[in-house]
């Protein structure tokens, strides 16, 4: 699995420059806007989930799956692969946008911060998570270039949710006790990691079913 784990990484390579593009982009945007710190998470949540249903296409176009299953690794390695490159990178672009809104915090201070860095970090982790549990059995069903419309639906619906929801979710947030934010969090996380793992499981049979 170290040789297809490498391979992702590559896969990454051509949205380096695009991924630096965005983050001098919400640096500038939130240190001479009013958008605050937390418009980092956003951006950057929304850059990983493109680049993470793109990388369904780039395997299509380069007929990768068809290559794939004449290597000595099983399709559920295949598949068990995807899921962990896309939860680990989630979770080191995490902790880097919550670093970065820190840093932008200390030059542009934001009243309700770190509750507001805090709570878009950790929502919008959780609404790719959502996001991509939803898109990948799709993608392993029907193709990128067939999912892409589903995709895009299912993108935008609960980022333009948690985007609109924001100003009421802080004061919301900040009115809680420290133990229900706690409990609060622990509850959504187990419960998206719950569905990641049942798409994970779905797409393993969806691609163990599929011709080449």
Not at 14 to 25: D, H, T, V
Not at 93 to 107: A, D, M, T
Not at 125 to 153: T, W
């Amino acid at each position: 699995m170290k040789g297809l784990l490498v391979k992702e990484l590559y896969t990454m390579n051509p949205y380096r420059k695009s991924f630096l593009i965005i983050i001098a982009m919400v640096i500038g945007v939130s240190i001479f806007t009013d958008m605050g710190s937390s418009y980092v998470s956003v951006m950057l949540m929304m850059f990983f989930m493109i680049i993470s249903m793109n990388l369904f296409a780039v395997d299509e176009n380069a007929t990768w799956e068809r290559y794939a299953v004449t290597l000595p690794v099983t399709r559920f390695q295949i598949v068990a692969t995807r899921y962990l490159f896309v939860l680990g990178s989630l979770a080191c672009l995490l902790v880097f946008s919550f670093l970065l809104s820190w840093g932008i915090n200390l030059i542009k201070p934001q009243e309700g911060w770190p509750a507001l860095g805090l709570g878009a970090s950790g929502t919008l982790s959780l609404c790719a998570l959502f996001v991509f549990s939803i898109i990948g059995p799709l993608c392993y069903k029907f193709g990128a270039e067939k999912s892409r419309i589903p995709m895009i639906l299912i993108f935008l619906v609960p980022y333009g949710a948690t985007i609109f929801f924001m100003p009421t979710l802080v004061p919301f947030l900040e009115s809680l006790s420290q133990t229900q934010i706690a409990l609060l969090v622990a509850g959504g996380v187990v419960l998206v990691l719950l569905l990641y793992l049942l798409s994970a499981v779905i797409s393993t049979r969806i691609y163990a079913k599929k011709e080449f």
